[in-house]
């Protein structure tokens, strides 16, 4: 516990567990075990929770403000001390304290983290798991911060706000799942970007008769396909029967979903086989390596290639496309970035932590680190991207609708408990698509009627 | 000696005595009330609802059934998971504590390099999770690895749901008979060495001496390995969670209790309704084996 800096703080604890509430379900869990029983639990730091005032300080803030971080990985964490660093040095008064978690622990306790004492600001990502945490209370209105952002499109405040109208997100960087490959293994063999599914697949014949797996794939963790089920159904079926299958709205015995297994059954064989063996690193490598000619997957794909002139070798475009009706104007491009939580220790800094991470100084600071994202502040300058983050930049901007991914973009238990074996139970056997969508439909239900 | 004031119940001991007695009584029976009983209770209570880990308890729905129902009819990696983990207790009972025994029994015999290969065997039992994943890697990866370097095959070990369940086992066998090995070791150091002489004198071969003198006198040891083999492999759980969280054929009912608690998933009733399965199962087989421990006594 850190001490009470005044008498409110002081007296706010005196205020018995019980009515707090927050304490209450700390201790169910605690007495269901749970979590406890999985060696799951305490990832949250010792803190309490009281109000503070309203609305983004236009002067001087002071105090302590808290930073609960997922970017556990040595270049990513150093980055968000720099920025971090730098929103101390332009507020003097202020400290920040960063709390960071590894990556994945984060995400998978994130329930019990926000419930429990969260930090004043976190790191999250758009979609619908945010609105979900809107909806629940457990993450805090910054429409006010909103009312000063600049520089954001109208596509990204559409991606932070939540299902009431109001913002409780702001983001930081985002990247696009393309389809990516080496420039210099299409120049050496003569091979042509292709525009459409003929293409792609007379691209993957020729690519099988020069020696090359036309698809890099890997799915031993079970997300990395989902990724390919999102490019397919943009094609097929387009943004908006997408985006209310994710929510649930749509059956998946449609005949429109079993398109989208149909095509993908059909480019299947384009596809490196045993591929639930095999990690998404794997996979990249088999790139890197030019053993296969093209990846579908995020642009961090280039965390697997060295710096310099093998990751300007590296070049993408978007999945070719499907059906001309709906067109190529969908992509998938995930939003990084923080929100506060419900009831932050320090809310005059925390809202004004995020609104200087909305602007273009913080965000450049964070794509020192990791050149395989961009920023999402029109107003960064891109002078310092590389060329493939400039491409990716320009490729994000010229899309009509932004998805985030499956597994961000639908509920969780959904993706992870339904969808993941499902996907990979299709890649094992892509010949019983009605079974298959028949199967997914009666979890769905289930799911989505609780 | 034993004295001659007759005791006369609780009354004989003084206040302090009485404080201490009941302290040791309750504080014990308070924490297995709170960290065994109301776990488990509180599973089975909420695999009646939907609850999904947010909320008070005040929010949480009852469904009756319908997560029991759902897991049998309609929730695919279910079935696959019973059945193995049946073949991981068979596999574990009939190969690996025979195979730790047998390390025993040859170390303890003094080979040449002993203490070597006592290491050597007990080494997985200490190594961490993490670098068990980390090595088994290196061996089973379809690209990279080193089983498939050396035979210049091209089997997914770990990807293919026919291979990776064996791949998972032999990992598991590693681990297990170096656990079970050094258990037995220290039970027969233990066995008084005038047995095997005089059943030596008597013309008994070694084979004979160990099923018939050995193997009998070691009794609390063969339980404590039984048993010790038991609940490793119900427990069974982080081996195939490192490799690749229990899906695509390495289903087992832990992995998947934890897939659907832990994490954001959060379905908190239907993972309780796993678990409660689980509870269910490992009772029967705890009760046969109290029954044939208890008759034998």
């Known amino acids: 516990m850190t001490r009470p800096s005044n008498e409110a703080e002081y007296l706010a604890r005196m205020v018995p567990p019980s009515v707090r509430g927050v304490d209450r379900r700390t201790l169910l869990r605690g007495a269901l075990g749970v979590g406890a029983l999985l060696g799951a639990g305490g990832l949250a730091a010792c803190g309490s929770s009281d109000g503070g005032g309203t609305g983004v300080p236009t002067g001087a803030v002071t105090g302590t403000v808290t930073v609960g971080s997922n970017q556990s990985d040595a270049v990513p964490k150093a980055a968000v001390q720099a920025y971090m660093d730098a929103f101390q040095k332009a507020n003097s008064g202020t400290t920040v304290k960063i709390n960071t978690v590894d990556h994945n622990s984060f995400q998978e306790n994130i329930n019990n983290y926000l419930q429990g004492s969260p930090d004043d600001v976190f790191t999250w990502f758009a979609g619908y798991r945010m609105q979900f945490f809107a909806e629940k209370g457990l993450a805090g209105d910054i429409s006010d911060v909103w009312a000063n952002i600049t520089g954001m499109s109208d596509a990204l405040k559409k991606a932070s706000t939540g299902a009431d109208g109001k913002q409780y997100f702001v983001p930081m960087t985002n990247y696009p799942w393309a389809v990516f490959y080496r420039k210099s293994v299409f120049q050496e063999k003569g091979y042509e970007v292709p525009k459409t599914l003929d293409d792609l697949n007379a691209l993957g014949a020729q690519m099988k008769k020069d020696g090359l797996d036309p698809i890099a794939f890997g799915d031993k963790d079970g997300w990395p396909a989902m990724g390919t089920f999102d490019q397919i159904n943009l094609r097929v079926n387009g943004y908006d029967f997408h985006v209310s299958l994710m929510a649930g709205k749509e059956d998946w015995t449609n005949p429109k979903v079993k398109k989208v297994f149909d095509t993908w059954a059909g480019i299947l064989p384009l596809h490196q086989s045993d591929s639930l063996g095999r990690t998404w690193q794997e996979a990249a490598q088999s790139l890197q390596q030019k053993k296969s000619g093209m990846y579908v997957l995020g642009s961090f794909l280039a965390q697997q290639f060295t710096k310099g002139a093998e990751q300007d070798d590296l070049d993408f475009f978007g999945f070719p496309e499907i059906d001309s009706t709906i067109g190529t104007d969908a992509v998938e491009a995930p939003i990084d970035g923080y929100m506060m939580s419900a009831r932050p220790k320090n809310e005059p800094a925390a809202k004004k932590l995020l609104q200087y991470i909305s602007q273009p100084e913080a965000q450049l600071l964070a794509l020192k680190a990791d050149p395989s994202v961009i920023a999402t502040n029109d107003k960064a300058d891109t002078s310092g991207y590389t060329a493939l983050q400039k491409k990716s930049a320009e490729f994000v901007k010229s899309a009509k609708s932004i998805t985030q991914f499956m597994d961000r973009d639908t509920r969780p238990d959904f993706a992870s408990t339904v969808m993941i074996p499902a996907i990979q139970s299709f890649i094992k056997n892509p010949k019983d698509i009605d079974g298959l969508c028949t199967s997914i439909q009666a979890q769905k239900k289930s799911i989505f009627g609780s | ?297």
């Open chain 2, 1 to 297: 000696m034993a004295s001659k004031r007759r005791y006369r119940g609780i009354d004989q001991l003084s206040a302090r005595d009485k404080i201490v007695v009941a302290l040791m009584v309750v504080v014990p029976t308070l924490l297995v009330l709170w960290l065994v009983w109301l776990p488990a209770i509180g599973s089975v209570l909420l695999s009646f609802t939907n609850w999904d880990g947010i909320g008070p308890l005040s929010g949480i729905k009852s469904v009756g059934l319908q997560n029991y129902r759902d897991i049998a009819t309609i929730y695919p990696p279910f079935w696959p998971a019973i059945q193995h983990n049946l073949i991981w207790l068979a596999v574990m009972f009939f190969i690996a504590t025979p195979l730790g025994m047998l390390f025993a029994i040859l170390v303890d015999r003094g080979v040449a390099g002993t203490r070597f290969y006592q290491t050597s065997i007990y080494l997985p039992v200490v190594l961490s999770l993490a670098l068990i994943g980390f090595i088994w890697q290196l061996i089973y990866s379809r690209d990279q690895g080193l089983l498939n370097a050396i035979t210049g095959g091209t089997t997914d070990w770990y990807g293919d749901p026919d291979v990776n369940l064996w791949a998972a086992l032999v990992a598991a066998t590693w681990r297990h008979s170096g656990y079970i090995m050094l258990l037995y070791l220290a039970g027969l150091k233990g066995v008084d060495p005038s047995l095997r002489e005089a059943a030596k004198i008597d013309g008994a071969s070694e084979t004979t001496t160990f099923f018939r003198v050995v193997f009998p006198v070691m009794r609390p040891i063969n339980i404590i390995v039984l048993v010790v083999t038991f609940i490793e492999s119900l427990r069974a759980f982080d081996l195939v969670w490192v490799i690749n969280k229990g899906r695509n054929g390495l289903e087992l009912i832990s992995t998947l209790v934890t897939q659907n608690v832990v994490g954001e998933a959060s379905r908190i009733g239907f993972g309780s309704a796993l678990a409660t399965i689980m509870l269910a199962i490992s009772s029967v087989l705890v009760f046969i084996y109290l029954r044939i421990a208890m008759k034998e006594d």
